[in-house]
């Protein structure tokens, strides 16, 4: 299976903090909590990717961003993922997916966080594909 036929259908928002209290510009270290989820849809034939980054220091969120996308699968691939109790998805599509909403939950962050001192701190590129290692089998 070479392509498979998607949409982009939906793009959410689902979580956005700034905790001023919790970031300190004397410091400047920071780390980025990554966190990626997957959800399917079977009536609809859709698929969920969910982002969620934390922007910490010293282990304590400073800037909380969580964006999904919703995706519409063309039937005649949905059908090849399918079966009677579960939805499995190729890793290598998948990463594809994640890969849209990383990009998506970038801009979501830069316009979230735009004319703030926030606005510094840019969602860096992340290699899914690492982060993705099998298919994905999905209950129904």
Not at 31 to 37: H, M, R
Not at 73 to 82: H, L, N, R, T, V
Not at 116 to 136: A, Q, R, S, W, Y
Request: glycine share 4%.
């Amino acid at each position: 299976m070479d392509k498979i036929g998607f949409n982009l259908n939906k793009i959410n928002t689902q979580q956005f903090a700034i905790i001023e209290d919790s970031y300190s510009s004397e410091k400047d270290d920071f780390t980025i909590e990554t966190n990626l989820g997957f959800g399917v849809d079977s009536k609809n034939a859709a698929i969920i990717s969910l982002v969620k980054i934390q922007f910490e220091q010293e282990n304590i969120p400073f800037l909380i961003i969580e964006v999904s996308c919703e995706f519409d699968i063309s039937p005649e691939f949905w059908k090849e993922f399918d079966n009677e109790d579960n939805v499995r998805m190729p890793k290598g599509f998948m990463a594809h997916l994640a890969m849209i909403t990383v990009g998506t939950t970038r801009g979501v962050l830069h316009a979230k966080t735009e004319n703030t001192k926030f606005n510094e701190f840019i969602l860096p590129t992340l290699n899914v594909t690492e982060m993705i290692t099998e298919d994905g089998e999905f209950k129904k």
